[in-house]
């Protein structure tokens, strides 16, 4: 398995040093895999039936080994005094807001990757870590990532996120759709967990034409638009709301997709200054190293046990 994953990295890094010794510089450029297929899942959110239960925030963190107290302590409401983002510990999280008039109950949002149409962080990635998948979801690859977390700088919702606190073999974490469970016919934790439907699994076809309908018939409930249809060329996850989408703090972005943003970036810098690749690759390789390193001694704890 190792010897595998070296091969995978020396490949990977002889692909890199090529951009240096046998390329022009501005031919080096991310190779990433986009797969739109026509019947990609999706999420479509109701925020305004969602009540902050954050039971969603259990089944995820249950679902992906990450540390978590018992599911009867996510009632404690005092989180909401704060603002919080995913993270490295917290690939999903729930934030709450005012409504808009003060006798209605507050606005609750799931905020987690958006899992784009056009990802930045695909696009970004120089070594092809990321990855769209056919059922929509955006994935990593923990091998052939090299740390540079271009990723974290590209998205437009600023989700990818480092385990600054691992010395040795970090990794980039983020919401990955639940890849594994939906491959085996399996709905995402979140959504299977969630008691009161906020969140609806489906193809991102029906979804839109399900969110417009909801509108339609509901017009003093929502304001007349969907969140993640177009954005950044279109996400994933689907968004309703009763108020303003930038009073929820979702970032205001055009309908462009992103990527062509991160790729001129990324071949930019490479453009004019190519050592910043053979100084990633070189950094890369020593945190690869000390990774299968670590995992190889607590593999040999393990058996010693």
């Known amino acids: ?24 510089a501005k031919s080096v450029k991310a190779g990433p895999k986009y797969v739109l297929d026509e019947n990609r899942m999706g999420v479509l959110v109701d925020t305004t039936i969602c009540i902050g239960c954050r039971k969603c925030e259990w089944a995820c963190k249950t679902e992906h080994d990450l540390p978590t107290q018992p599911i009867e302590s996510y009632d404690d409401r005092s989180v909401f005094e704060k603002m919080r983002r995913p993270d490295a510990k917290a690939l999903t999280v729930v934030n709450e807001y005012p409504s808009k008039e003060t006798d209605q109950f507050p606005i609750n949002v799931k905020v987690q990757c958006m899992h784009c149409d056009k990802p930045a962080c695909v696009s970004a990635c120089i070594v092809g870590a990321f990855s769209k998948e056919e059922n929509g979801s955006v994935i990593w690859d923990t091998d052939k990532c090299i740390g540079c977390r271009y990723c974290m700088v590209a998205c437009p919702f600023q989700v990818p996120a480092f385990e600054f606190e691992k010395a040795w073999h970090p990794s980039i974490r983020k919401c990955d759709f639940c890849f594994e469970r939906t491959k085996e016919g399996k709905l995402p934790a979140c959504i299977e967990i969630c008691p009161m439907e906020v969140l609806t699994y489906g193809t991102r076809k029906s979804l839109v034409e399900r969110a417009h309908q909801k509108i339609s018939l509901y017009p ?37 997709t992103a990527p062509g943003v991160s790729e001129a970036i990324q071949h930019g810098i490479f453009a004019y200054f190519v050592p910043p690749v053979a100084l990633y690759a070189l950094l890369g390789g020593v945190m690869w190293i000390n990774k299968k390193k670590a995992e190889s001694n607590k593999h040999k704890e393990v058996l010693h046990e």
Do not use: C
């Not at 398995?1 to 240096?20: C, D, P, V, W, Y």
């Not at 304001?223 to 009073?247: C, H, P, R």
């Open 220 to 256: 003093d409930r929502y304001i007349n638009y969907v969140y993640g249809e177009y954005e950044v060329g279109g996400t994933s996850w689907l968004y309703l709301a009763s108020k303003d989408f930038a009073e929820l703090q979702f970032p205001k972005l055009g309908t462009n």
């Open 1 to 24: 398995m190792i010897n595998e994953s070296r091969r995978k990295f020396l490949k990977t890094s002889a692909l890199i040093g090529a951009g240096i010794t046998g390329l022009s």
